[in-house]
């Protein structure tokens, strides 16, 4: 895959997704959200790719949506805009494989709430997050309002989008941001550690997995766990179940075939 605002890897089931407009430290416009969507038509379809990483690069995450082309959009342009930002950043969060953000540096405004559509998030000790789209007089409105709440709950959501300042790793830890803080030269190595331990888990599980947690976040409880025990049973239909089992029972490690 080729694109101007996006490198794309990968190797032994990992594919690795680097945003990267270093000049304007990897500011999200159009043009990057449009090869998002893209590219993630691409890995959501290539077999090869079992669990996908999502990085900036050493130096930055992303530092939020083009200021630039912002500044002088109208009402029906930053409708359009935000649109094809939610598109994209739905097909991330509804990858039917996992998805890890590798946080290096600075993940502000629409860079936070990209991170947010992935299932992991790690990041090195430099890393600094912040929805500081208020002190520009708008609003967060790549899910900072409603992923963000949902992760880290409203209480901490608001304080974070009404002052818009930014915490350093340890509070994004804290808070559930994050699930884990590395040193730097480290964060690669984490990622593709905790990549390559998914990639060897049964994927229709893992799909399924993946499906009910979010699909529990947006119903009531009723409903999400009558779904949990539908898609449990459902499972019991896969040849991987019976691999997992019986590699259980027969002491060894299970094969999966993703079936
Ligand atoms: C466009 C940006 C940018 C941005 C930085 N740049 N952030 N361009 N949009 N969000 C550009 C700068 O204009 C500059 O270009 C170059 O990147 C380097 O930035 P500097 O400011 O010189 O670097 P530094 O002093 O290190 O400060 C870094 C920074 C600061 C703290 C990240 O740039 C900053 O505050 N940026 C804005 C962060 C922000 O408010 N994000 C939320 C955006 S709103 P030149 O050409 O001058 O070298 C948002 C909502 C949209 O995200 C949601 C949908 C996607």
């Avoid at 089931?13 to 990057?32: D, S, V």
């Avoid at 790719?49 to 690069?57: E, Q």
């Avoid at 930053?78 to 290096?104: G, R, T, Y």
């Avoid at 309002?145 to 350093?168: E, F, H, N, V």
């Amino acid at each position: 895959m080729e694109f101007k605002t996006l490198l794309f890897e990968k190797d032994a089931g990992i594919g690795i997704l680097t945003l990267n407009r270093p000049k304007q430290l990897n500011a999200i416009n159009g043009e990057m959200l449009t090869e998002l969507s893209n590219a993630m038509d691409n890995i959501a379809a290539d077999d090869e790719v079992k669990v996908l990483i999502i990085t900036g690069g050493e130096k930055v995450f992303a530092a939020g949506g083009d200021i630039a082309f912002m500044s002088g959009a109208d009402s029906l342009t930053a409708e359009s805009f935000i649109a094809l930002c939610h598109q994209a950043f739905d097909k991330v969060a509804n990858l039917e494989k996992p998805v890890i953000a590798a946080i290096a540096g600075m993940a502000l405004g629409g860079g936070c709430e990209l991170s947010l559509c992935c299932d992991i998030r790690i990041c090195s000790e430099n890393a600094t997050f912040a929805q500081p789209e208020i002190n520009l007089g708008i609003i967060p409105g790549a899910g900072g309002t409603q992923r963000l709440a949902r992760l880290i709950g409203p209480g901490w959501c608001k304080y974070l989008t009404m002052l818009g300042d930014p915490i350093d790793a340890d509070t994004a830890l804290r808070l559930g941001l994050v699930a884990k803080v590395v040193p730097p030269d480290q964060l690669m190595t984490e990622a593709k550690k905790i990549a390559a331990k998914l990639a060897a888990k049964p994927p229709g599980a893992l799909r399924v997995l993946k499906k009910a947690i979010n699909y529990g976040m947006n119903v009531d409880l009723a409903s999400g766990l009558a779904f949990e025990q539908k898609v449990f049973a459902l499972l019991f239909s896969t040849q991987d179940q019976k691999e997992g089992m019986k590699a259980f029972m027969e002491k060894r490690k299970p094969v999966y075939k993703g079936r």
